[in-house]
C-alpha cells in the first residue's frame, strides 16, 4: 500500500465506464424502484407542480415592481399582486411537502430492498468467495454503497426533476419575454454542458477508486476489532493503528483529488452564471432606456436568469452525486452479479439410502489463489457409522479434506461421493441437512444460546432444546445463568468460556441430529475439568453416527474405528492405531512424540 502523491492523479489507469453500461446500472436500479412506482407517481406530481409555480414568482414580481412605480395599475392591483404571491407560496410549500414525503419513502424503501438484496446475495455466495476477500470490505457494500445510492434516489433525483423543469420552463419564459437578452444568455449554455461532461467522468471515476479505499480502510479496522486480544496479548496497537492510518491517508488522498476535481468544476460553472448575469444587466438596461422592456419585465428576466443559472449549477452538481451514485452501484452490481452457490443441479439425484457413507475418489484439489495442490490422489472410503480419525503434520491437507463433503469446495478432479452419489449431483440443501459439524474455533452469533441452538432446529421447542444442551452436558451451566437459556453470549460467543462455547456448539449439532459429523476436535486448550466435559459430550454426539475428526489426542485417535495419515496432502498410512504403530511409519513418531496439530 502506497500513499498517492498530492499531484498524481490516484485514478490514473482506471476504466472509463461505457455509456451502454451506465445504462444498464439504471436498468438494474429501476427494478428496486418499481415496487414504488406510486409514491415515485405522487412525487413526480409534487415535483412538477411545486417547479411550476416557481416559474410564476419572477412574473409576479415584475408585475409588483411595475406597480409600485405607477407604469402599471394601482395600489388594489398591487394588494391583488401580493395576495397572488402569497398564495402561490402556500401552494408551492404543499406540493414540496408532498414531494419531499413521498421521495423519502422511496428512497428509503429502493436502499432498504438493496440492501436485503446485496446481503442475501452475500450469504448464498460460495465459500470460496469468501477466502478470497475480507469481511469489511464485503460489510462496505452494504453500508457505504448504498448510502451513497441512497442520496441520489432520496433527494438528488428529485432535485434533478425540479431544477431540470426550471430550467427548461426559465428558458421558454425568458424568449417570452425578451428573445435577444435570451439568446445572449444561452450563448454560455454549451460552454457549461461541455464542462459538466468532462468534469463529471473524472468525479465518478475518483469517487469510485474512493468507495474502494473506503472499504479497504473498513476491512482494516474490522479486522483490528475483532481480533482485539490478538492485538493486545503481542502489545501491537501501534502496528494496528499504523495500518489503518497508512489505509485512512490512502482514502485521503483520494478524497482530495476529488475536491480539487469539485473545487474546480463548481465555481466555474457559478463563474459563468453570475458572468451570464452582468451581461444580462448591461444589455437589460439598454434596452430599458431604449423603452423596448419596463423595468418589471427586466426584473422578471433578470430572475429568471437567476433560477435558470441555478439549476444549471445545480444540476452539474447533481450530476455529480449521479456519479458517484454509479460509481457505488457498480460495485454493488458487481457483488449481485456474483455467481450463487447452485443449491440445487437441474436433475437431482437423490441416494437410495441416507445412511452416511463417504467416499473419495481420485480426489485433487487447489485453491486458486495458492499455487500447487493441497491434496493430490485421495482415495478413502467411510462406512457408515464409522469413525474415522485424520491425523498428521501441519498443511497436510486434513482441513481441506472435511470440507469437500459438504462441498464447500469442489474437488480439482475426482470425485466426492456421500451415500454413493457425487454430491455435485446431489440437492445441496439435502446433503447439508444430513450433516453437523463441532469445528475447533466456535462461531456463535451475538445473540442469546437460545437463538444459537435453534440455528440447526429453527422450530425446536424449548424443551428440545434443553434436552439437546443436557446431553451436551451444557444444561446445567446454562441454567446457572440467571436469564437461563436467553443469555446474550455476545460477539462470537466471547461471554463464554471455551469449554462451554463447544458444549454450546455440540448441543447444536445434537438438535441437527446429523447422520455425518464432521469434528476438529479442540479440548487440548481447555482445563482438565472443561475437557472431560466436552470429550463425554462428544462421544455421545458420535453414537450411531458416520464421523469423521481431525484429531488432536492420542485417546481419541485411539478411540476411532481407523485412523488415516496425511502428509504432503496425500494418504501416507491407514489403520488402527495398533496397525501403524507396529508400521513404524509417520503415525508411529507423531504418536511418540504427541505432534497431532490443530491444521
Known sequence: MHLVGWMGDPTRGADEQPMRDQVRQLSQLSRFVKPYRKWLALAFLGVVVASGLGLVFPLIMGGLVDTALGEDGS??????????????????GF????????????????????????????????????????????????TADTAVVQSAVSSSLAHALSHGITLIGGVVLMFVLSPQLAVTVLLVVPLVVLAVAFFGRRLKRVSTVFQDRVAESGAIAEESVSSVRVVKWFVAEPEAINRYDQAIRDSYEVARHRARIRATFIPLVTFAGFGTLALVLWAGGQLVLAGDMTTGELISFMLYTLIVAGAIGALTGIYSVFQEALGAS?????????????????????????????????????????SG???????????????????????AGKSTLTQLIPRFHDPT???????????????????????????????????????N???????????????????????????GFPDGYETVVGERGIQLSGGQRQRVAI?????????????????SSLDAEAEALVQDALERLMVGRTTVVIAHRLSTVQAADRIVVLAGGRVEEEGSHDELMAARGLY????EHQLFTTT
Open 453 to 479: 441452538l435453534r440455528v440447526a432446529a429453527p422450530s425446536a421447542t424449548h424443551r428440545q432444546l434443553e434436552e439437546a444442551a443436557e446431553q451436551a452436558n451444557a444444561h446445567e451451566f446454562i441454567r
Open 588 to 591: 508411529a513418531q507423531l504418536s
Open 413 to 451: 478432479s475426482g470425485v466426492v461421493l456421500v451415500d454413493g452419489v457425487d454430491v455435485r449431483r446431489q440437492d445441496l440443501e439435502v446433503l447439508r441437512r444430513q450433516m453437523g459439524a463441532v469445528p475447533q474455533e466456535v462461531q456463535l452469533f451475538s445473540g442469546t444460546i437460545a437463538e
Open 330 to 370: 457498480q460495485r454493488i452490481f458487481e457483488l449481485l452479479r456474483e455467481p450463487i452457490e447452485v443449491m440445487r443441479p437441474a436433475n437431482p439425484v437423490e441416494p437410495p439410502e441416507r445412511r452416511g457413507s463417504i467416499e473419495f475418489r481420485s480426489v485433487t484439489f487447489s485453491y486458486p489463489s495458492r
Open 507 to 523: 448441543a447444536r449439532a445434537i438438535l441437527a441430529d446429523p447422520r455425518i459429523l464432521i469434528l476438529d476436535e479442540a479440548t
Open 75 to 92: 395600489r388594489e392591483r398591487l394588494n391583488q399582486l401580493a395576495l397572488l404571491l402569497l398564495g402561490v407560496f402556500i401552494v408551492q
Open 373 to 395: 495442490e493441497v491434496l493430490t490422489g485421495i482415495d478413502m472410503l467411510v462406512d457408515p457409522g464409522e469413525t474415522v480419525a485424520l491425523v498428521g503434520p501441519s498443511g
Open 95 to 142: 406540493f414540496n411537502y408532498l414531494r419531499l414525503y413521498s421521495l423519502s419513502i422511496v428512497g428509503e424503501g429502493v436502499v432498504a430492498d438493496l440492501r436485503r438484496a446485496v446481503h442475501e446475495r452475500i450469504i448464498r455466495l460460495p465459500v470460496p468467495f469468501f477466502d478470497q476477500r475480507r469481511t469489511g470490505e464485503i460489510v462496505s457494500r452494504l
